[in-house]
């Protein structure tokens, strides 16, 4: 066998290895890169150190806008990741099971809807996403969101924790309010009871969203957990 083959052995082998590496790397690259939306299950790489104090890596966006005028346009089923309420008002946000999606955009009516994944199914206390938010906006803007839902007879279940957004002065940053936004807690037969969104010992899921003056709400949700009390 002509010894001048044997070089060129090597550099085949070497280059398939390469290019094996390499398909490899670029793979597992576009998977950690999926889209939210479309895969609400999937775990991305995270971290928590960010400049703005929100986790890295891909997330859905959605922007609840305080405005001085009601809205009079059709805005159900927009597919816009932007909610208005008043500037100075309260709107219940009615929620549902499914993939993110602003149903109804148009929250000056007293109403608004928005759709998001189970967050803890079996009530373990360990999200499978997980909720940051910041307050943007005019300064001294505040705005206050509380879980609540009803049970078979109507009783209606608000819970204690309260989330609350200040547009303070300075640099706001991202804070994580998986716990007041993802589940209720609430005193149910005399226990104190922790129901995750979309229990079904409860139903009509809303967020009351109470504005005054906040402009904008920053929510984010990534695919990393938290683990709540």
């Known amino acids: 066998m002509n010894k001048q083959f044997f070089p060129y052995v090597r550099l085949t082998l070497f280059t398939l290895i390469a290019m094996s590496a390499a398909i490899a790397l670029i793979s ?21 150190s960010t400049g703005n104090g929100a986790p890295s890596g891909p997330h859905y966006n959605l ?7 009601d809205k009079t346009a059709d ?35 007293g109403f608004a809807a928005f759709q998001l994944p189970n967050p803890d199914s079996a009530n373990s206390g360990t999200t499978a996403y997980s909720v940051f938010a910041r307050a943007l906006g005019k300064l001294g803007g505040t705005a206050f969101s509380t879980t609540c839902a009803s049970d078979s007879l109507g009783t ?33 037969n005399g226990t104190p009871t922790r129901i995750p969104l979309f229990d079904s010992s409860l139903q009509d899921y809303y967020w009351g969203y109470t504005n005054t003056g906040l402009k904008l709400l920053q929510l984010r949700f990534y695919q990393i957990p938290t683990t709540v009390q």
């Open 156 to 188: 209606l279940y608000c819970s204690t924790d309260t989330a609350v957004f200040v547009r303070s002065k300075g640099k706001n940053s991202f804070t994580n309010v998986s716990k007041q936004l993802l589940y209720i807690y609430a005193v149910i």
């Open 28 to 48: 597992g690259c576009a998977k950690d890169q999926q889209d939210p939306v479309s895969s609400p299950g999937a775990f991305w790489p995270s971290n928590p």
């Open 63 to 69: 922007n609840i806008i305080g405005v001085p005028k």
């Open 75 to 109: 805005m159900t089923n927009s597919d816009g990741r932007t909610i208005f309420v008043p500037l100075d008002g309260t709107t219940k946000i009615l929620l549902g099971p499914g993939d993110y999606q602003v149903l109804d955009a148009n929250g000056t009516d």
